[in-house]
């Protein structure tokens, strides 16, 4: 995406009118196509177990990951054993579907997957086809819910419940969907969803805040407070996400002094990369050390982040668990 349009999206450039009959042609199709969908006329998967889409209507990230890893963990503690699916993004399996382990390299699922994966625990499958994911993940008998990592305009994926990941600050941006906008559907879509979640909030009915809990080393697995490094020179932070000067203003509120590197979101990371900073403390986001773990050095450290979510999604979410019969698994068996 253009760092340029993406700016001239949120702050309303008046120009972005001349595509307005770009954005018409984008709406007809994208309505179009989910109207087939609720007529039968294209075919939708329902699982054998409830599914929950965690996704987002606008392009760019929204908090989506740290989101389905609280509500994962979440429901863990209700013992409640729930699956992750995954378009992916950014690896390049040479084969689908793709069953996360221990071995399986970043540029082959993408790191967001492979973060849940570690942080949870829970079974977790990367395809772009998301249908044939939960057919995989379901051949895990013991997988309660499945949660799918995206997906919302999926629609050959049948859900039973929709969660929403907004932006607190950026919202809607100028509400016009692409390409005059950063919408990937009408912001009249929103009325469907079970939930709208705004990241930054702390709103206890909508609001998704953020706690950093603690550094954790690459290497060792060491973990440090928060205010660990405040008096230490040398710091280089790098951040390869979706939104990076949130993560550096985290290390603002700690009082850290440091020099920051950003790359793009889903940067593919190697070696050189962090050559240039041997030496220094480097710092980083959880979602950037899955792709350095195997090269970095002792002298690198990703915060650990937590996020906090309405009790309502949790006891919504496993209520959908309690509510599912038999009967359904039969149904879903048998198509």
């Known amino acids: 995406m253009s760092t340029h349009l993406e700016s001239a999206w949120y702050r309303g450039a008046p120009w972005l009118w001349l595509l307005r009959p770009l954005e ?103 395809d772009p086809d998301r249908p044939r994911a939960v057919d995989m993940l379901l051949q895990d008998t013991s997988v309660q819910l499945v949660i799918s990592d995206d997906g919302l305009q999926h629609y050959a994926l049948n859900r039973d419940m929709e969660i929403v990941l907004l932006d607190q600050q950026r919202r809607l941006g100028n509400g016009f ?91 593919a990371y190697t070696a050189q990369d962090l050559a240039a900073l041997a030496g220094d403390t480097v710092l980083m986001t959880e979602k950037d050390a899955v792709k350095c773990r195997a090269f970095a050095g002792e002298n690198a450290w990703y915060l650990r982040i937590d996020a906090c979510l309405p009790e309502a999604v949790i006891e919504a979410a496993a209520g959908l668990v309690l509510s599912s019969t038999p009967e359904r698994e039969i149904q879903c068996l048998s198509q």
């Open 177 to 267: 969907c692409l390409p005059a906008g950063p919408l990937r559907e009408p912001p009249s879509r929103l009325q469907d969803v079970d939930f709208v979640l705004y990241r930054g909030s702390a709103d206890a009915i909508e609001g998704v805040p953020y706690r950093a809990d603690v550094w954790v080393n690459l290497v060792t697995g060491e973990r440090r407070q928060l205010h660990a490094f405040r008096q230490q020179d040398g710091l280089q932070a790098l951040a390869g996400i979706g939104q990076p000067d949130q993560f550096f203003a985290t290390l603002d509120a700690l009082g850290l002094h440091y020099q920051r590197h950003v790359f793009a979101d889903h940067h």
């Open 24 to 126: 018409a042609l984008f709406r007809a199709v994208s309505a179009c196509r989910r109207y087939c969908y609720s007529k039968g006329w294209l075919q939708s998967y329902r699982a054998a177990r409830p599914v929950i889409v965690v996704g987002n209507i606008t392009v760019g990230g929204t908090g989506k990951t740290p989101v389905v890893i609280a509500l994962v963990e979440a429901l863990a503690e209700r013992g409640i054993r729930c699956g992750v699916v995954s378009r992916g993004y950014g690896g390049k399996a040479t084969e689908y579907p793709l069953r996360l382990d221990d071995t399986v390299d970043p540029a082959e699922c993408g790191d967001e997957p492979l973060l849940i994966h570690r942080r949870t625990g829970a079974p977790c499958v990367v």
